[in-house]
Structure formats: C-alpha cells, structure tokens
C-alpha cells in the first residue's frame, strides 16, 4: 500500500522567508502528484498538480518539483506571507485514489 | 455548478441514528470520490464512483456505510446506526476522471454523533 510521509509537521518561519516542505511516497508508480492547502475547518484548495512525467510546476510564489525515481516532491513557498498560513497535504495516485500525507502545518509570522 | 457543493455543512446525531450526507460534483466531472478526515488524522478514502458504478468501495470501514450516485451527479452517503467513531469530517471530491486530472473538494460536513 502506497505510504506518504511529510516532514516537518509543523513549521513557523518569520514573515518574507522562504520555505521547503518535503513530502516522500514509497510506492513511485504513480500518476500524479497535487499539493493542496487546508485552511482550519474548510475543505482542500488544490494548488499543483503534476504528472509523473513532469519534473516541476510553478504557481505564482509556489513551486513544486517531482523525483519519481526516488519518491520525493517539495512545495517552495517564496517570500512567505501571514496569509499562507495553513495545512499544506500532498497527495499521489496510483489508480482510483490519492493517498494524502498527514500534512505540515505552515504558520507565517508577521 | 462552479465548484462540488456538500450539504449539510455541519450534521449533529445521536448515536444509533441514521445520517446522509450529500456531494454535487462539478458539471461534467465523472468521477466522484468520498473521504474521511477524523481530528488529526489524514484523508482516508472510502468510495470512488465511475459515472453511477463504484468500482473502488474498498474503503468504506463497515458494512453500515452505503453511498450511491444518480445520474451521474450527485452522490448521498448514508451512515446507519451510527456511533462516536464516525465522527468527521466528510469531504467530497470530484475530477475529469482518468489519471490526467486532480481533485476539486467540496469544503466537507463535520458529523458529530453525540
């Protein structure tokens, strides 16, 4: 069964930095990968998606890379701001599903 | 619709009660998914739907949980008798179908069984 795993699980940085949340799955054939946002009691903003044939895929101030071979896809958040603040779950499929991460919980300070 | 719409968005029971907990996907979206998020907990999936055939029930965790889809749109979950652990939040996801395509979610129900 595909595992995902995301690390940290809780992260605080200062308003303006730049972070990396890492995400590892353990089974690398899979279809796709999206990163998506969860802010507290709301559902899930998809904000990437990328396919197992591609390597990378920008949005603004994110970035999101894929290594299928070695079962690894960071999300880059540039120049963070208080309203990124969230969950952030990456997701893969290997068929009829996704299998989600347990999350990273990103907090911004001003 | 513009986006997959979920009703009630917050559902309050007693225990041994019946719920349904319904999912309007995006137009045109064939593929329907449910999954399960307990407190600090991940997603879990229940049921995925292919137009109105679930050939994926492989996570739906008792035989007390049941869900269909009509038309090929909208979807009901129905949890019978149910109990403190069902408590969650019930999220609904739709997409184009095949393995091109990501997930769009629903903001969810929060079922607490009292």
């Known amino acids: 069964k595909q595992e995902v795993t995301q690390i940290p699980a809780a992260l605080s940085v200062p308003e303006g930095e730049n972070l990396v949340l890492n995400c590892s799955f353990t089974?690398?054939?899979?279809?796709?990968l999206q990163w998506f946002r969860q802010d507290p009691g709301k559902g899930l903003t998809s904000l990437l998606l990328?396919?197992?044939?591609?390597r990378e895929q920008t949005s603004g101030r994110l970035n999101a890379s894929l290594d299928k071979s070695s079962g690894r896809s960071t999300l880059y958040i540039a120049a963070s701001q208080p309203g990124d603040s969230a969950t952030y779950l990456c997701?893969?499929?290997?068929?009829?599903?996704?299998?989600f991460g347990t999350g990273t919980s990103l907090t911004v300070i001003p | 619709g513009a986006g997959v719409s979920q009703s009630p968005s917050n559902k309050v029971t007693e225990k041994g009660k019946d719920v349904e907990l319904r999912c309007d996907p995006i137009?045109?979206?064939?593929?329907l998914y449910w999954y399960r998020q307990s407190l600090g907990q991940g997603l879990e999936f229940l049921i995925y739907?292919?137009?109105?055939?679930?050939?994926?029930k492989s996570g739906l965790p008792s035989d007390r949980f049941s869900a269909e889809r009509t038309g090929g749109s909208v979807s009901t979950l129905t949890i019978q008798r149910t109990q403190q652990e069902d408590s969650a939040v019930y999220l609904c996801?739709?997409?184009?179908?095949?393995?091109?395509?990501?997930?769009?979610f629903g903001s969810g129900t929060r079922l607490t069984v009292v």
């Open positions: 996801a739709s997409s184009f179908g095949g393995t091109s395509y990501g997930y769009t």
């Open positions: 089974d690398s054939a899979i279809y796709n």
């Open positions: 990328i396919q197992s044939s591609q």
């Open positions: 997701a893969v499929t290997t068929g009829n599903q996704f299998y």
């Open positions: 137009s045109g979206h064939t593929a």
């Open positions: 739907f292919q137009g109105n055939s679930a050939p994926d």
